[in-house]
C-alpha cells in the first residue's frame, strides 16, 4: 500500500486544518496507523495513532485540539486540527503499521502565521 498526504497549507493562529492521508489500498486490516509531524531542525515526533480504526492515542500538546479518525470505506485516515498554534507548523506525514513494517507517506507542510 501507498500513502498521500494532503490537506497541508497556511493557516493563521487559532485557525483550523484538516490533513488527508489516502492510501491506494485497504487499510481496514492494519493494526494502527498515525500522524507525525517534523519541525524544521528538529527530529520528528508522535502525535496521534488510531488503533484498528477506533482506540486512538495523542501526544500532550495537542489532546484536545487534534481528533483522528479514519473512514474505510475510502481508505483514508484524517488528522482535524482546531486551535492552531505557531508551534505546530511542521512537515506533517502519515503512516501504517503492516504486518511488513511500517510504511511512510509523504509530507504536506503545515504552517501557523499571522
Known amino acids: 500500500v501507498q500513502l498521500q498526504a494532503s490537506g497541508g497549507g497556511l493557516v493563521q493562529p487559532g485557525g483550523s486544518l484538516t490533513l488527508t492521508c489516502a492510501a491506494s489500498?485497504?487499510?481496514?486490516?492494519?493494526?494502527?496507523m498515525g500522524w507525525y509531524r517534523q519541525a524544521l531542525g528538529q527530529q520528528r515526533e508522535y502525535i496521534a495513532v488510531i488503533f484498528t480504526g477506533v482506540s486512538t492515542t495523542y501526544e500532550d500538546s495537542v489532546k484536545g485540539r487534534f481528533t483522528i479518525s479514519t473512514d474505510n470505506t475510502k481508505n483514508t485516515m484524517y488528522l482535524h486540527m482546531n486551535s492552531l498554534k505557531p508551534e505546530d507548523t511542521a512537515v506533517y506525514y502519515c503512516?501504517?503499521?503492516?504486518?511488513?513494517?511500517?510504511?511512510w507517506g509523504q509530507g504536506t507542510q503545515v504552517t501557523v502565521s499571522s
Open positions: 489500498g485497504s487499510i481496514s486490516g492494519f493494526s494502527s
Open positions: 503512516n501504517v503499521v503492516t504486518p511488513r513494517g511500517t510504511i
